[in-house]
């Protein structure tokens, strides 16, 4: 059974950095993306990045230049560094998993709070 489980949230002020770290268990290969994702206080869960095997990465708009997802698929472990930290960046922090023949995403971890003040 696959297993999410995040790590590094906490409260910074704005301008800071934090890195979001999500360690995975359970996957037998390689065939699986790994994604981020943030719900903030009265929003919608929205996607913040995406990890691929391959090496590649997409980002939504509003963290382009200021966040970096890195997916090491060996150690199974998805990583989000996050600087230039705004307070519409506070939210509950996601990891999930999708294996490449789903349709959805598959997996969730419990989250990890991320609260960035003025």
């Known amino acids: 059974q696959v297993q999410l489980e995040e790590s590094g949230g906490g409260s910074v002020p704005a301008g800071g950095s934090l890195t979001l770290s999500c360690a995975a268990s359970g996957f037998t290969d390689n065939l699986y993306t790994m994604g981020w994702f943030r719900q903030g206080p009265g929003n919608k869960r929205e996607g913040v990045a995406l990890g691929f095997t391959d090496g590649r990465t997409t980002y939504a708009d509003s963290v382009k230049g200021r966040f970096t997802v890195s997916l090491d698929f060996i150690g199974r472990t998805l990583t989000l560094e996050m600087s230039a930290l705004r307070p519409e960046d506070t939210a509950m922090y996601y990891c999930?998993?999708?294996?490449?023949?789903?349709?959805?995403?598959?997996?969730w971890g419990q989250g990890t709070q991320v609260t960035v003040s003025s």
């Open positions: 999930a998993a999708k294996p490449f023949s789903a349709s959805g995403w598959t997996y």
